[in-house]
């Protein structure tokens, strides 16, 4: 009897279509997704990234940010994601600070590459050309994955899932041929995968486990210690730049890692299961639900038959498409995003395992001499799969039509009603904001954020005790409560606590250090408590920070003109109309000025 490694790696395939259908993966699934290369942002997540790249501080040694920050370049997240960072980097380069299109585009051009290194890995797995076709259309069209290609932060498991695929079939090949050439793209590509996600780091255990469950003589070489030593190297370097690199605790206002909180995780797994033949949940946050978890059962019990129904394949093989799966989602689970349960994304990498036991265990009931007896179900299945997709898509489109998308599910997603309400309030229209934020604080009243953002729509309608209010609620549930501080000093200020607002402004400085802002507001607050020499001193400050900020400059003018010094309050004039003409504050202080100052030589 042939090895079984002979069976997965070596046994022959039709190789005429090969060529024309990795040609075709990658086109039908370009076109499936074209349509979200006009997408915009969602404002979950993406918004922030693009944001801390193109701030100044970042723009020179982006390379070495990269590697020493976390995913957000800060030192605030767990989450370490230096190739995904890079090529985001580059295409701001090349589409520019604000335009998304490029962004979109690399997410589908990979999810294109990983259809085509899946195709060839299900034929290193002896699925034969038509079938390894078909069912890699299946999975490249069906809607689990939608979150993956049309979210543009999912960009870190696009990249580990086709860094991790092209590392197994390179691994494949060297357990085949033992070629070094095998074994320096084998490590090459891990270290891609490693630094694009850090579920990646358990893929050497995967490669273990395909070396001793498909060779049926199975010998330790020196190669094969030689790539063993490579990954151990590259992963101790790794762990240590991440030590230095992400925040040691986690934010324990966004996320858990409670015993508790674990445990609920392992939904995850029936949920997966569920939306593999029930892909029709559009929300943009999933949530878990009782549906979900039961269907997933279901599918969970007929795994577990295929995994101990005896076939032609040995069952080892069988536990190594179920180790791949679990040992990928698994790890996810030791933090607990608290305002939401899961998101369809993280399923990429590990749903290709369960993919792999589907097919082989059922294979060979739909082949006769390497052909399908029944294209046409297949054929259905990716129409059907990819209509859903494409509407899926949809609710990608801007930051209203993903909000909308979650809000519309049965539990509704604080996440998005919050970020909805301040599309509302950004529009001026701050009822319909307050009623989001309303919601938000309903669904979860320990978020900090909708207090903060309902707190500033109340301050522009000027229910400035209602804002007070819900600032100090932020204060009290946020770690870094920073914004709190500054909008309270304004609604203090604007019902005459001008001590209080003062001392808020000084807190708010101390945290984030000069802001033009909060000194030209404090400057007016010490203005209307007649602490002019204090005023003076916090116009300047603001200037300082942005010399081009005409408005402190007209300030400045006014409070030198009550203190009668016209000389200063003209050239205050003068810098404001030079950076703004139309000023008309500056243009009225300068005309009186220039008068009074005439007058009093006429009288001198």
């Given at each position: 009897m042939k090895s079984s490694q002979k069976k997965a790696v070596t046994l022959p395939q039709k190789k005429k279509n090969t060529s024309l259908y990795i040609v075709l993966v990658f086109g039908l699934s370009f076109l499936l997704y074209a349509q979200t290369i006009g997408f915009g942002l969602t404002n979950f997540d993406d918004d922030t990234i693009i944001e801390n790249i193109n701030l100044p501080q970042n723009a020179d040694n982006i390379f070495t940010k990269a590697l020493t920050t976390d995913a957000l370049l800060n030192h605030t997240?767990?989450?370490?994601?230096?190739?995904?960072?890079?090529?985001?980097?580059?295409?701001?380069?090349?589409?520019?600070?604000?335009?998304?299109?490029?962004?979109?585009l690399t997410n589908v051009l990979i999810f294109c590459l990983i259809g085509c290194s899946l195709f060839i890995l299900l034929l290193k797995f002896k699925i034969p050309n038509n079938l390894a076709?078909?069912?890699?259309?299946?999975?490249?069209?069906?809607?689990?994955?939608?979150?993956?290609?049309?979210?543009?932060?999912?960009?870190?498991?696009?990249?580990?899932?086709?860094?991790?695929?092209?590392?197994?079939?390179f691994f494949i090949e060297f357990i085949a041929q033992k070629k070094y050439s095998s074994l320096i793209f084998t490590w090459i590509c891990f270290l891609l995968a490693l630094f694009s996600k850090e579920t990646t780091a358990f893929l050497p255990f995967i490669f273990m486990f395909y070396f001793f469950a498909f060779q049926s003589n199975f010998k330790i070489e020196l190669k094969h210690i030689l790539l063993?030593?490579?990954?151990?190297?590259?992963?101790?370097?790794?762990?240590?730049?991440?030590?230095?690199?992400?925040c040691k605790e986690i934010d324990t206002t966004t996320m858990s890692n409670s015993y508790?909180?674990?445990?609920?995780?392992?939904?995850?797994?029936?949920?997966?299961?569920?939306?593999?033949?029930?892909?029709?949940?559009?929300?943009?946050?999933?949530?878990?639900?009782?549906i979900k978890t039961l269907i997933g059962l279901v599918v969970s019990g007929f795994i577990l038959?295929?995994?101990?129904?005896?076939?032609?394949?040995?069952?080892?093989?069988?536990?190594?498409f179920i180790f791949w799966f679990l040992l990928l989602i698994v790890p996810t689970f030791f933090i607990k995003q608290k305002f939401f349960d899961y998101l369809d994304h993280r399923f990429l990498l590990p749903m290709i395992g369960i993919f792999l036991l589907l097919l082989s265990s059922i294979a060979s009931k739909w082949l006769s001499k390497g052909d399908i007896k029944s294209p046409w179900i297949f054929v259905i299945l990716i129409a059907l799969f990819s209509l859903i997709s494409f509407a899926k898509s949809k609710s990608y489109t801007d930051t209203l039509s993903y909000c909308n998308a979650a809000i519309n599910n049965t539990n509704k997603s604080v996440i998005a009603l919050n970020n909805r309400g301040k599309i509302k309030q950004d529009s001026e229209d701050f009822?319909?904001?307050?009623?989001?934020?309303?919601?938000?604080?309903?669904?979860?009243?320990?978020?900090?954020?909708?207090?903060?953002?309902r707190?500033?729509?109340?301050?522009?309608?000027?229910?400035?005790?209602?804002?007070?209010?819900?600032?100090?609620?932020?204060?009290?549930?946020?770690?870094?409560?920073?914004?709190?501080?500054?909008?309270?000093?304004?609604?203090?200020?604007s019902l005459g606590k001008f001590d209080k607002a003062i001392d808020d402004l000084n807190h708010f400085i101390s945290v984030v250090g000069?802001?033009?802002?909060?000194?030209?507001?404090?400057?007016?607050?010490?203005?209307?408590?007649?602490?002019?020499?204090?005023?003076?001193?916090?116009?300047?400050?603001?200037?300082?920070?942005?010399?081009?900020?005409?408005?402190?400059?007209?300030?400045?003018?006014?409070?030198?003109?009550?203190?009668?010094?016209?000389?200063?309050?003209?050239?205050d004039c003068n810098a404001a109309l030079l950076i703004n003409p139309s000023d008309s504050i500056a243009i009225q202080i300068k005309e009186k000025a220039q008068e009074e100052l005439h007058a009093n030589r006429i009288t001198q």
């Open positions: 997240e767990p989450f370490y994601r230096p190739l995904q960072t890079l090529t985001y980097v580059f295409d701001l380069k090349i589409s520019g600070e604000n335009k998304t299109w490029m962004l979109h076709f078909l069912a890699t259309l299946v999975f490249c069209s069906h809607p689990l994955f939608v979150t993956s290609v049309a979210w543009i932060p999912a960009r870190g498991d696009l990249l580990s899932t086709l860094s991790s695929l092209l590392s197994m079939l063993a030593s490579l990954i151990l190297c590259t992963g101790i370097f790794w762990f240590w730049l991440r030590s230095i690199s992400v508790k909180d674990i445990l609920s995780n392992f939904l995850i797994i029936p949920t997966a299961f569920s939306q593999i033949i029930w892909p029709f949940d559009f929300s943009t946050i999933p949530s878990f639900t009782m038959y295929l995994i101990f129904k005896k076939t032609d394949n040995p069952f080892k093989e069988k536990l190594f009822s319909g904001a307050i009623l989001d934020f309303n919601g938000a604080i309903e669904i979860n009243n320990q978020y900090a954020l909708p207090y903060l953002n707190g500033g729509a109340k301050f522009m309608i000027k229910d400035y005790s209602g804002a007070v209010q819900d600032f100090n609620r932020d204060i009290l549930l946020e770690k870094h409560p920073s914004k709190a501080f500054y909008f309270r000093g304004l609604s203090y200020a000069d802001d033009k802002f909060a000194y030209f507001h404090k400057g007016r607050i010490l203005c209307v408590i007649n602490k002019t020499d204090e005023a003076l001193k916090s116009f300047t400050k603001a200037i300082k920070t942005d010399p081009h900020f005409f408005e402190a400059y007209s300030e400045r003018a006014l409070l030198n003109y009550r203190l009668r010094n016209l000389n200063g309050s003209i050239n």
